[in-house]
């Protein structure tokens, strides 16, 4: 019975999987596959090899390839570089503020990205709070910061860094605290500590945070669009105009694979290099670590000075972008992109909350997340139950294919499923935003469940157990109700996952379907009133208040933790 028990609850989110992420992704390969763009034409034609030659014979899609993976590159070495001190700062917080700590990482993560690149915005434009500083300091302004390659850099690297923190911070966690007495014991500073301890053994965390930041900043296309002006050009970008503008879903779909290859490429060779720096990971010998003399000097002086300049950016770029669209919202000013305070008004909350304008997108924006996020939890249980209980073959790999949709490109997803519902037109578009929806949330889901399910008291189940207690009241009164701190949990996660989701939503919604993200990224993209700050203060007020309500029943430090 327990043989086929773990295959039988990892079943349901596997064929969920099958359906809304794989079968999208072989159809992104067959439309890449067609000779000519037809958007009314059969899903299976005579494959042909036209597009891509098309893409790589044409020095602009080169080019654009190009820029991509230096943007990506550029924002995944910022992030280890600011990331690497906040994730420090977080293992060595005391055991009584480490919860409070983290939630200065899972804000800015459950915040909508449009919302984050709004707040970049009026920290870099020419009356921005960056030049309002230099202006007081009497030094030259930099008027030119927005609509370059490094504002986009810059606001893919606040969107994405908490990736980096969080995959170090478990790595960092899990170091015994007992290698450090050591290290200390043989005289070592904190800083040759850092460099010969904690910095090699945190070697895995670092190679899956680069490995997710590039992934997921090469393929991004919502901060690039608003923080780029159209003067940035990068894949996803090209692939939303392609599938939505020009009707080319071929094309869209040959650049989405391209990418998606040079982004495995890059993992792949990624992966290879800092295994080359951790033999012992593979049962081989580590040598030991001789830095040069005037370069532990150099680190001792500089170190202490470095690390708390890199931690204060860090927390400055998470935090002061939401601080100033929550200032922003209360500002008189007749554009969103406006900087400077010209007075206090409330004018725009008024708007929001009496005019009516946005209902219909924040209704549709509830009703989707309620949904996905209550399917996603019915998919999820068994599964944790699967990984946490019930140990069978293959396993790591099918935690793999579940962990996947976090590593392949969602704009990928988005142009599959597109084609998909045109094809099975008899589907409502709901439910396609449903499906990709749970697809999106379900690592993070089953990550929080299955951490959960592994905190059980089984002493308890036995307990009730030997005074007669049947399967169905032993779920009921004792495994339940020891879940429901995961529970809640992980439907909040999920829910402000789902709720602030831009970048598959774009090519799935309908004029009659719009999320309230993707209007207010649809009108950033023109001209954008102020009621998207106050819309976006009260999303940031709201996510706050659930993750404070989280924090009353799971510690937020514990939620990532291995």
Known sequence: MNKWMGPALAAPVTLWLLLAFAAPMIVVLLLSMH???????????????????????????????????LLGAAVTVISALLGYPLAFWLTRMPGKWRALAFGVILIPLLTNVVVRSLGIMLLLSPD????????????????????THGAVAVGLAQVFMPFMVLALYDTMQSTSPRVHEAAQSLG???????????????????RAGIIMVFLMSTTAYVSATLLGGKKVWTIGMLVLQEAISNLNAPM????????????????ALCTLAINRLMPWSNGGRSRPIALPRWFVLLAEITGPVLSRLLLAASLSL?????????????NDVPLATAAGFRGFTLKWYEAVLFGGNYTAAFMVSVKLAVVATLVAMVLALPAAFALARYPFRGRTALMAFWLLPLSLPHIAVGVGMLKLLQVYYVIPPFLGLVAIHVVVMLPFVITLLTASVLQLDRAQEEAASSLGAGPVRKLLLIILPGLAPGFFAAGIVGFLMSFGEVTVTS??????MTTLPVRIYSEATFALEPTAHAISAILIVVTIATLAIVGRLVRLDRLYAR
Request: aromatic fraction near 12%; include cysteine; charge should be neutral.
């Open 35 to 69: 000779a000519v763009p037809d958007p009314f034409g059969p899903l299976f034609q005579p494959p042909s090899l036209a597009q891509f030659k098309l893409v790589l014979g044409d020095t602009f899609y080169l080019g654009v390839i190009l820029e991509t993976v």
């Open 128 to 147: 921005g709070l960056i030049n309002v500083a230099l202006d007081f300091f009497g030094l030259p302004q930099a008027r030119t910061m927005l609509f």
């Open 188 to 206: 070592a500073s904190p800083v040759t500590r850092f460099l010969t301890v904690d910095l090699p053994l945190s070697l895995p965390g670092l």
């Open 252 to 267: 869209a779909s040959a650049l989405a694979l391209t990418m998606t290859i040079v982004g495995l490429a890059f993992a």
């Open 318 to 330: 998470l935090l002061l972008p939401l601080a100033l669209v929550c200032i922003q919202s209360f």
């Open 507 to 512: 090519f799935l919604t309908t004029a009659r």
